[in-house]
């Protein structure tokens, strides 16, 4: 059993810079991926970014490519680090983990989640 719990959301302005943090618990995270999906207002949960256990394969959604950087600094702590962030990044985000190689896109893949942080981007 894996318990994740993720932080670091806030309020920012257009154009500023959030770091997410997600620590994980419990069991050992040996060949766990971790990831990151996020959830606005009225829309579905989406995947943001990926990241395979040993931190040498990462995966984004098109819409954060090149804004959004994914890291691990060991088999427990993952970070999410926003740049330029937009009005339309606005969502609670949620860390996930799972046994698995693969960096799968759906939700459904992942069995792990953390309760959620707010981001808020707004002048």
């Known amino acids: 059993q894996v318990q994740l719990e993720d932080s670091g959301g806030g309020l920012v302005q257009p154009g500023g810079s959030l770091s997410l943090s997600c620590v994980a618990s419990?069991?050992?995270?040996?060949?766990?991926?971790m990831g990151w999906f996020r959830q606005a207002p009225g829309k579905e949960r989406e995947f943001v970014a990926s990241?395979?256990?040993?931190?040498?394969?990462t995966h984004y959604a098109d819409s954060v490519k090149g804004r959004f950087t994914i890291s691990r600094d060991n088999e427990k702590n993952m970070y999410l680090q926003m740049n330029s962030l937009k009005v339309e990044d606005t969502a609670v985000y949620y860390c996930?983990?799972?046994?698995?190689?693969?960096?799968?896109?759906?939700?459904?893949?992942?069995?792990?989640w953390g309760q959620g942080t707010q981001v808020t981007v707004s002048s």
């Open positions: 419990g069991d050992s995270l040996y060949s766990y991926a």
């Open positions: 990241i395979n256990w040993s931190g040498s394969s």
């Open positions: 996930t983990a799972d046994k698995q190689p693969t960096l799968p896109e759906r939700e459904q893949s992942w069995g792990s």
